[in-house]
Each structure stands twice: as structure tokens, then as C-alpha cells.
């Protein structure tokens, strides 16, 4: 009896020995890991299990693994995180999830307001539903969403209720309120944002739309009316010159209070927030924003083509060290909505999102959201994805064997 | 005295005429691209070039055209510059179908400035589709209608003959004529020409072209779609993929494509997601059997790892062998030939300022085909400017932008 038992443990251990252990289905090797949330800055390989991160290690066998890529001379990074995406309904025309955002590293999108609570459905069956890219969404306090001016100024289709009704019933795709194009002199629209928000226990975000003779100011909005973690969105606009004073440009006051009291600055880079006499002034006055976001939409595409590795470079053209901006890219608007850990880090066991990029280096023109340039020597490009532990994007097909080497293959895996 | 006064203020008038005239000539250009390498197949040109552009028309091409008459200058001499490019197979029903892409930002960013849609949409759908996305798109988009008259729905309607409506699909083609040019059959699974017959009827019907996607089956063969059942100047789409049996055992074209090419059928490319195979395209262009036209069959899922877009489908072409003129030719005055739209594909002067401007890369580039397998190449293209109907619609170099330093003050009251 007892021989019996040991010898089906030692055929249990050769077996074991000799099987051809993939203990890994995917290899990232040799890359310059990134990874704020865990505070790594270095090369190291990243080994992917099914659809999540099993191991961020230095030198992982190579046998041991299904697919390996060789990642030297490319960053690794938590797949990125845009907080302010249009893929649903947008003034300038929306844009699909996939082409867009899982092409240049970008896992996670946050659909900034396009729907409310009347036709967030909608764009649950015909967009969130049917993206590989995870797309998460600030609801409208507008009940339409972004359906135009007039119907964006229609106080009896912003409430509070309904919209926290639709929050609870999808409380892991809707991550807080937008509120935004509303130009009445009076804070209805921030007020009822601000209530769902409470409801719910969800941040709002808000555009910087204000205009000075509706008698409200940036700064009381930023004082008196946000909660510690709520967002002010495309700051580096020109609006009533928030962030900067016309004269002098100098960083307002106000605006290093609000961030005491724990507001947070989104880029929003959009067709009409991120302008060069801005943001490099506040840059040079230390007013970096907290998250890198995009509001790429079918205006801003082609203008300053503002998609996650464009803002991460022309923030790194303002002096922002790339690590900095991988952080504020992946880490802190994970947080921000309240999605971290699982979201923005390569921690071990979270979902495999990952992006590969690329720092050329050369002479690059980048244009602000007025067409106008500034000229820098690094640009960031996005050069492969992996989201939910499968490559969807790969550029130069570094994760594929050449063709003829390849047999009679149809789609390889 | 009257008179003498008229006289003299017609003479007056005479000779400021005839000074003004040279004047004349020396139009105030809008845009000025200096020093190309211009290729133009249409007008075989192929060398350093000026173009003039006025309004929303090509003015002038032509050696050292003089800066001083131009509102606005770009120099070119890095680049290469083509006609707008046509894209003959592409998908940008962008909210019918579920494969869709909204055009422009693939299109103009890839110096396409006319798009086909190869059948997205059949004559239900058609009139949603323009109004949704063909009206408003910056991109000229054409189409070519589906005989399934629900459009690229799936085999429920795909593979159903009662879809087929030979005579609502003719009514919609002579409806639009500007837009429409021609009938696409795809995905009939049925072993039968029920297809094929019924959409050329239809082109038949409305005088315009068919372009065929193609399954063949027991009984229904490459061989017979080519010789039997296309007519000369009709397209088959989606040569290099991997159903057809047109390399004999030795990796050989077989005769038939030539036989078939002679009569007059048109090979197009349509990348997509599984219609381009190296195995299949380079034995075919080793042995000179190269594609009549260069087009993506651009949708959702051929986007992502094949990446087939137009400056990446092209650079393709081009590290498998072809000169750019070749791969130009095929872009633009081969399927503008192809849909009967002759005016298009050139940098005729006269014609739309369509314009399309491209950096050709040295390096170290991966390029895979639609089985994601790999080609190493050492040239890729990159679109850096477009020219649409005179505007300038993409430009990732920033070419035509001010310094932002220079750019006067920023304000939002502007």
C-alpha cells in the first residue's frame, strides 16, 4: 500500500518535471517596465497568464512561456487609462472604441457624458457591449447626454434621481457625472451633478465652459461648489484665462487652493482645451495637471490628433518626465473613479492591459488644439496592446512568426 | 467734348486692360506646395514639381511656379506628393452594419480622399447611409450598392435570393448616380450563381460596374466566375486571399488569370481581415501577375492586426517589390478608371484639389498579412498631409502650422 502511494507521487512528480511546463501564455521580455502603481522603473519581463498578470520579474524564462516578445528597446506600461473620451455621442462626432484607443495603448476609456440615464441603454448595447476596449462612463446629469445646446440647457431633463438610479443599476461601467456646455448665469446644472454625485458616492466631472458674463466664476465653482476629488476638465484652455493670469502669467491662486482641497485637473486635450501659451506657462509654474486625457472626438482627431501617447508627449515636451506621465496616464485616473488597483497597474493577478510603447526620437511637430505647433525631439507611440491578455494591436508584429517560416497557417493565434 | 471724354476714358480703359492682362495671368495662388517629388500617373509625370492650388481646384503644375503670388507656401522636397488616393474597397457605413468605420479619420489620414464602400449597404439602407455619414463626411464617399438589399446584415439576408431585388437596386443607382457607381455581390454562400447573375443584371440595368466577392464551391468555380460570368471591366476583389486555386502545384499563376485578365476582369486587392496572404501574393507578383488596383477592404476587424489602411496596405506592396509609381497608378487613375470616374486620380490642372503627401521611411518595419503573419520590410509610408477640395485636411508634421510663438495672441474671443 505504502509502496503504492509513493510511487503514484513519484510518477506524479516526474511527470510533472518532464511535461512541458507553459507555465505563462505570453512573454513580455527585456522591455523598461513602467509601472507607478507598483513603483517599478526598469527592465523587466512581464508574464501573462489567460487574461491576467501573473508575474513582473527580472529575467523570467523564456522556456516557460507560450509566446514571447521581445520587448528591448520599448517601455512597458499599465495599459493606459483616458478619462475623457467621446465614443458614443459628441457636438464634433463621436468615435468608435477600438480603432481609436486600443491602436494607440489605450485600454480603458471613460465615455465623458455622452449619454444619461435616457439612452445610457443605448449606447450599452451599440458601443460598451460590443468594444474589446473597456469603455466606462461619466453619466450626463443632462438626460439626453450631449444632444445639443438647446437640449443641454433643459433644466427638467437634469435629475438627480434618475441619473443615480441608472448609476446603481450599472455601478461597475458608470464611474461619476459630467456636466458640461451649460451657459445659463446660475449653477443648476453643477448643483443637481453634484447631487446625483452625493446619491451615489461618485465624483463629478465638469468642463471649464464658464463664461464670465454668466456671472459664475472658475473660481467659486472650484471653492465653493466642488467636493474634494471632483474634476475640472480642459483647464489648459483659455476661457476667462483660468489657470494663468492674463497679466503676468502667473498660476492663479485659486487654482493651487482648489488642488489643496483635493480637486483634480484633467487635460481633456480636445479641438479647443490645450493651447501652448498656457499650459506652458502653467507648466513653468509648476500646474501640471493630475490626469492625461484625450477628448478625442472627429473634430480633435485630425487636428491636433490628440490621442493618449500625443498628450503624454507634448506634456514630456513641457518638462514632465515620461515615468511622471505614464503615472498620470495610468495610476491616478484609475483612481480617480475609484477603479484602483484593478485598473492602472501591472499588479499581480489584475487583468492584463498592457501597453508597449515606443519613445522615438527626432524632430516632431505637435500641434495645440488651434492648429498651432511647438516643436520637440521625443515622441511616444504606441507599438503593440494587449487587452485582457490578448495582442489587438501590434504595429511591426512583434508578437508573430514571419511567413514564411510559418506553414500553412490561416489566423495564427 | 462728350465724346472727346469718352474717348478718352476708352482708350484709358484699353490700355489698362491690356497692362492688366499679364496681371491677370499671375493669379494669387491659395496654396503653393513647393519642390515635390509630384507622381502622377495620369499625366506621367514623375519628378520635382510645383503645385498651385486656387479655390478648391488644381491651378497649375509646373516647374518653379514664383512663391511671391502665394498666400501660403509649403515646402515639399522631403516628400512625396500623389493625387488624392482612391480607396476602392473600404467600409464606412459607419452606423449601419456592425463592421463599420466612420471615414475620415481613416481616409484623409491615409491621403485617401475618395472612398468606395463596397456594398455595405444594399437599396434599403442606402438612403440612411447617405444621410448619416456620406453627406457629412469631408471624404468624397462613393459606393457600390449591394444586391442584397438589407446590405451586409449576415447570411440570414446575405445568403437570401429574395433580397435580391435586380430592379429597386437599379432604381437606386439611376437615383444617385453621382454617387453610386456600380453593384457588389459578397458572402453568398449557397453553391449557385444566383449572386453574381442577379448583381450583374443589375450593373447590366444601370450601366455601371460589379464588383464580385467570391466563394467558390462544388460546382461553382473561380475559373467559370472569370470567364463566364464577369464581364470586361468588372472586379473581383479579394485576389490574394486564400480560397482560390490559382497557383497550380509549382506556385505557378495558372492560365486562366491571364486569360481572364486579357478579356478584361479587373484584380483588386481588398486587404481586410482575411484576404491578403503573402503566400499568395508574392508568388504571384514574382511572376508579374500584380493587382489592377491597391485598395484595405478597411473595417473593424482589419484595422486592428493586419492594419490594413492605405499607407500600410501600400507600403506592403512596396517592400514586396512594386515602384511607388506602380503602387500610385493602382491608387489612383486605375480605380478611378475602374468606377468610370476619370476626373478623379489626377493632379490634372483644372481638376479637385485632392492631394495627397507622403514621408517614405528607411528602417526596420514588421507588416502583417491578414493571417497575421510577417514581412520584414525597410520602407513604410507614412501619410503626413491631405489636401481635400482645396482644404487642408490632416497634417501630423505640421507643415502648414504657425509656430505657436508666432502665432499672435490667443484668446478666446478671437
Redesign the interface.
Known amino acids: 500500500m505504502m509502496a503504492r502511494v509513493l510511487l503514484i507521487l513519484m510518477v506524479g512528480l516526474a511527470s510533472r518535471l518532464t511535461a512541458p511546463a507553459q507555465t505563462y501564455d505570453l512573454l513580455l521580455k527585456n522591455g523598461h517596465v513602467i509601472d507607478p502603481a507598483n513603483e517599478i522603473d526598469g527592465l523587466m519581463d512581464v508574464a501573462i497568464n489567460g487574461n491576467t498578470i501573473s508575474r513582473v520579474a527580472e529575467s523570467i524564462d523564456s522556456s516557460s512561456a507560450g509566446k514571447t516578445i521581445d520587448a528591448s528597446g520599448l517601455y512597458v506600461t499599465p495599459g493606459l487609462v483616458d478619462l475623457h473620451a467621446h465614443p458614443y455621442l459628441c457636438n464634433s462626432g463621436p468615435l468608435f472604441p477600438d480603432d481609436v484607443w486600443l491602436t494607440t495603448g489605450t485600454t480603458t476609456l471613460v465615455a465623458c457624458g455622452d449619454a444619461g440615464w435616457r439612452n445610457f441603454d443605448d449606447f450599452k448595447a451599440k458601443i460598451i457591449d460590443k468594444a474589446q476596449a473597456r469603455v466606462l462612463a461619466f453619466i450626463n446629469i443632462v438626460g439626453k447626454g450631449i444632444a445639443g445646446g438647446p437640449a443641454e440647457h433643459d433644466l427638467s431633463d437634469m435629475d438627480p434621481e434618475k441619473t443615480a438610479a441608472k448609476i446603481l443599476e450599472y455601478p461597475d461601467l458608470i464611474v461619476g457625472i459630467k456636466t458640461a456646455h451649460y451657459n445659463n448665469p446660475d449653477w443648476i446644472a453643477i448643483d443637481r451633478s453634484i447631487e446625483a454625485g452625493h446619491l451615489t458616492d461618485r465624483p463629478i466631472i465638469v468642463d471649464s465652459g464658464i463664461l464670465s458674463n454668466t456671472g459664475r466664476t472658475t473660481r467659486e465653482k472650484l471653492l465653493d461648489k466642488f467636493r474634494p476629488g471632483d474634476m475640472h476638465t480642459h483647464f489648459y484652455n483659455d476661457r476667462q484665462v483660468e489657470v494663468v493670469s492674463r497679466f503676468g502669467g502667473k498660476v492663479q491662486p485659486y487654482m493651487w487652493e482648489a488642488r489643496r482641497r483635493g480637486v483634480l485637473f484633467d487635460m481633456g486635450h480636445g479641438a479647443g482645451s490645450f493651447l501652448w501659451p498656457v499650459a506652458s506657462k502653467a507648466m513653468k509654474g509648476g500646474f501640471q495637471p493630475d490626469t492625461i486625457s484625450t477628448d478625442l472626438h472627429q473634430k480633435s482627431i485630425r487636428a491636433g490628433a490628440p490621442d493618449m501617447p500625443n498628450c503624454i508627449s507634448k506634456m514630456m515636451l513641457l518638462g514632465m518626465p515620461f515615468g511622471e506621465a505614464i503615472r498620470r496616464s495610468t495610476v491616478t485616473p484609475a483612481e480617480s473613479i475609484q477603479k484602483f488597483p484593478e485598473l492602472g497597474t501591472l499588479g499581480k493577478g489584475q487583468v492584463a492591459d498592457v501597453a508597449v510603447l515606443k519613445i522615438e526620437r527626432g524632430t516632431f511637430a505637435f500641434k495645440d488644439a488651434w492648429g498651432n505647433k511647438k516643436m520637440g525631439s521625443r515622441r511616444v507611440r504606441a507599438v503593440m496592446t494587449v487587452r485582457n491578455g490578448e495582442i489587438v494591436f501590434d504595429e511591426d508584429g512583434l508578437g508573430f512568426p514571419l511567413w514564411a517560416e510559418a506553414g500553412e497557417y490561416d489566423q495564427i493565434p | 467734348m462728350n465724346r472727346f471724354i469718352l474717348s478718352t476714358i476708352t482708350a484709358i480703359g484699353l490700355v489698362l486692360c491690356l497692362t492688366c492682362s499679364p496681371l491677370a495671368a499671375q493669379e494669387i495662388i491659395d496654396i503653393l506646395l513647393k519642390n515635390a517629388h509630384v507622381i502622377d500617373p495620369h499625366n506621367e509625370r514623375n519628378g520635382r514639381f510645383d503645385i498651385a492650388i486656387i479655390g478648391n481646384k488644381i491651378h497649375k503644375v509646373g516647374k518653379n511656379l514664383p512663391a511671391s503670388h502665394a498666400k501660403r507656401v509649403i515646402d515639399l522636397s522631403e516628400f512625396y506628393v500623389t493625387p488624392g488616393l482612391i480607396d476602392l474597397h473600404a467600409h464606412f457605413d ?1 452606423y449601419g452594419a ?1 463592421l463599420n ?2 471615414p ?3 481616409s ?2 491615409n491621403g485617401v480622399t475618395t472612398a468606395v464602400d463596397a456594398g455595405s449597404s444594399g437599396h434599403k439602407g442606402f438612403e440612411k447611409f447617405k444621410a448619416e455619414t456620406i453627406d457629412k463626411s469631408k471624404t468624397r464617399l462613393l459606393a457600390l450598392l449591394n444586391i442584397v438589399g438589407a446590405g451586409m446584415y449576415g447570411p440570414e439576408v446575405e445568403d437570401d435570393p429574395k433580397q435580391m431585388d435586380v430592379d429597386a437596386a437599379v432604381r437606386m443607382v439611376k437615383k444617385y448616380p453621382d454617387t453610386i457607381v456600380g453593384i457588389k455581390t459578397a458572402h453568398y454562400e449557397p453553391a449557385n450563381w444566383t449572386a453574381v447573375d442577379n448583381a450583374r443584371e443589375a450593373a447590366e440595368k444601370s450601366n455601371t460596374v460589379l464588383m464580385v466577392d467570391f466563394r467558390p464551391k462544388e460546382g461553382r468555380g473561380y475559373r467559370e466566375l472569370l470567364l463566364e460570368h464577369m464581364r470586361p471591366g468588372d472586379m473581383h476583389t479579394h485576389v490574394y486571399s ?1 480560397r482560390f486555386d490559382w497557383l497550380d502545384e509549382n506556385n505557378k499563376v495558372k492560365s486562366y488569370m491571364w486569360e481572364a485578365r486579357k478579356k478584361g476582369v479587373l484584380f483588386d486587392v481588398g486587404h481586410g481581415n ?1 484576404s491578403f ?3 499568395k501574393a508574392v508568388p504571384a507578383l514574382k511572376e508579374g501577375f500584380l493587382p489592377d488596383t491597391i485598395s484595405t477592404d478597411i473595417h ?1 476587424r482589419s ?3 493586419p ?1 490594413a489602411n492605405m499607407a500600410t496596405t501600400m507600403s506592403k506592396f512596396l517592400n514586396l517589390g512594386l515602384t511607388m509609381e506602380q503602387i500610385i497608378e493602382r491608387t489612383t487613375v486605375a480605380p478611378a478608371k475602374a468606377i468610370r470616374r476619370t476626373e478623379l486620380g489626377t493632379l490634372s490642372e483644372g481638376a479637385d484639389a485632392d492631394i495627397a503627401v507622403f514621408r517614405l521611411s528607411e528602417g526596420k ?12 520590410g525597410d520602407k513604410k509610408l507614412f501619410c503626413v498631409l491631405t489636401v481635400r477640395n482645396g482644404a487642408i ?7 502648414a ?4 510663438t508666432n ?1 499672435g495672441p ?3 474671443f478671437r
Do not use: C, P
Open positions: 459607419a456592425d468605420l466612420q475620415d479619420h481613416h484623409l489620414t486564400r482575411g496572404y503573402y503566400r473593424k484595422i486592428m492586426l492594419r518595419f514588421g507588416f502583417l498579412d491578414s493571417g497575421r503573419a510577417k514581412m520584414i485636411v490632416w497634417d501630423t508634421e505640421g507643415l502650422a504657425t509656430e505657436f502665432a490667443y484668446t478666446n
